[in-house]
């Protein structure tokens, strides 16, 4: 698959924090945009944009964690990267069981430096799958799900609207197999759990 053009956001209330960032991710080569507060992200947002976002977990207003609430609310395929300080690292370990990527102690540039390739990996990865379940027809994506759940073609023939043959969606479980790139059932299942965000 191509490269897609990922969109990278700093979000934090700290102006001189959000600033710095700005520069040095702008002196990587990188194209980001700044924001102070969660609320003022999440009004610009685009939802099916495709990108990371490093975001402080404690701001005035809204919070990181209820950033990320929202982001999944919207089933947004960003990366979330969360800043924390040494006093809110238990939050950010809570973070990551909620969904978040990972987490990075803030100001500790050098560590973010490290652990935002890996960040942007998993964003690509994303916008991979964004293209390949794009790809789908909508029946494709109906049988996907189906699959995905452990239906048996003859079940899920019955359970469409409108009602097909099972051997229609035999034909619908190897053009989407094709699409995405998986080889049966249980890769599927993975892939469907992996990407839960694409609905």
Known sequence: MNETALTLYVVDDDEALRRSLLLLLFSQGMAVRGFDSG????????????????????????????????LQMRRSALVVLFLSGHGTIPMALEAVRLGAFDWVVKPDTQQLLEKLPLALAEAQARADALTRWSDLTPREREVARQVGLGQSNKEIARLLIPACSPRSVETHRASLFAKLGLANDNELGRWLTRHAWLG
Do not use: N, P, T, Y
């Open 39 to 70: 609320e003022s992200f999440l009004q610009a947002l685009d939802v099916r944009q495709v990108g990371c976002v490093i975001l402080d977990l404690r701001m005035g207003g809204m919070s990181g964690l209820a950033v990320l609430e929202q």
